[in-house]
């Protein structure tokens, strides 16, 4: 892995993601304190995590092929990233290395109480994407693109790429960054969004109202999700307008992470060559189980435990 420029012999990857990877600092309490009050620490563990890397790992343990080519370091948090995302058998290929960069480093306090989370996070060394980075070809060779909000140039010239060679590029966005951003969300034809993040965006009063107001005739497919309220979406492969897909029920104690294991599982479907109506239902399927496990990666399900629960969620 390094930061030369090589010719790309024909590499065929399922999913390619260049942005957000994270180190995150697992912080287990009762309840979360109040201001000036004090949480006694149940446990504590490191994790891998992040936007990109989280959808990767999600869609490798569905079984997509998948390459990470955003920008990393050589220092310790960006090994434990790197060695984390090589043990999924994520590609590292074609990694950009470069010595001032680095993971985001997130600590993020789990109050197993409420099943809530709270993250502090400290981007100030992560790139994302390069803004010549990674070779035209290699982006043509993918079946799907993944992108974020982390290195929006590179992630607007991937994304140009992309689309110009007809390869479908998911995007999973949480902040309006200006005049890119908005090119970019322009440019993205699966777009899956929160609705927190819709409402912001459009102003709309319900997830569907967001749905419509997100739409437009260049888009594959959008779809909004707001956690236990299940998700909303509109795809050019249905007649009727606005479909909706139930959550799964499950006892949740963990949320961490679980909008990227769905984003990771459409994805994977979508290279898959799956309907959309199967996509949200992984997808979804995918992030319900997660939110019964500890973690933003861990609680990952491979295919086969996936496709048993989707078969009888409640066994």
């Known amino acids: 892995m390094s930061s030369s420029r090589r010719h790309i012999m024909s590499p065929e990857f399922d999913v390619l993601g260049l942005g957000a990877v994270a180190v995150d600092e697992l912080i287990y309490v009762d309840n979360y304190p109040a201001p000036d009050e004090k949480a006694h620490i149940l446990r504590t563990e490191r994790q891998c995590g992040g936007l990109t890397a989280t959808a990767l790992v999600a869609a490798a343990r569905f079984g997509a092929k998948c ?8 220092d310790d948090l960006s090994l434990f990233a790197r060695n984390a995302m090589a043990k999924e058998g994520i590609s590292l290929d074609h990694l950009l290395v470069k010595s001032e960069a680095g993971p985001v480093h997130s600590y993020i306090i789990v109050d197993q109480t409420r099943c809530t989370r709270n993250i502090f996070a400290d981007s100030r060394n992560a790139i994302g994407a390069d803004p010549n980075w990674p070779p035209a070809e290699l982006i043509r060779a993918s079946r799907v693109l993944f992108v974020d909000h982390f290195g929006m140039a590179g992630m607007l010239r991937a994304a140009r790429i992309a689309r110009e060679a007809a390869i479908p590029v998911v995007a999973d966005l949480e902040r309006d960054g200006g005049a890119e951003f908005q090119e970019l969300f322009k440019t993205v034809d699966h777009l899956v969004v929160s609705f927190r993040f819709a409402r912001a965006l459009t102003g709309a009063v319900d997830p569907s109202d967001a749905l ?21 979406f509109r795809s050019r492969a249905h007649a009727s307008p606005i479909h909706y897909q139930a959550a ?20 994977a479907a979508l290279a898959n060559g799956l309907p959309v109506q199967d996509r949200i239902v992984f997808a979804s399927a995918a992030a319900a189980i997660k939110a019964t496990k500890a973690g933003g990666q861990a609680g990952i399900p491979g295919r086969a435990e996936l496709q048993k629960f989707v078969l009888n969620p409640n066994s």
Request: charged letters at 20%; aromatic letters at 12%.
């Open 248 to 267: 799964y029920q499950v006892k949740a104690l963990d949320t961490t992470g679980c909008g990227d294991v769905f984003h990771g599982v459409y994805s």
């Open 212 to 232: 419509q107001r997100l739409w437009h005739t260049e888009r594959d497919t959008v779809v909004v999700t707001d956690g236990a309220s299940g998700c909303w």
């Open 67 to 74: 390459a990470y080519a955003g920008v990393l370091g050589d």
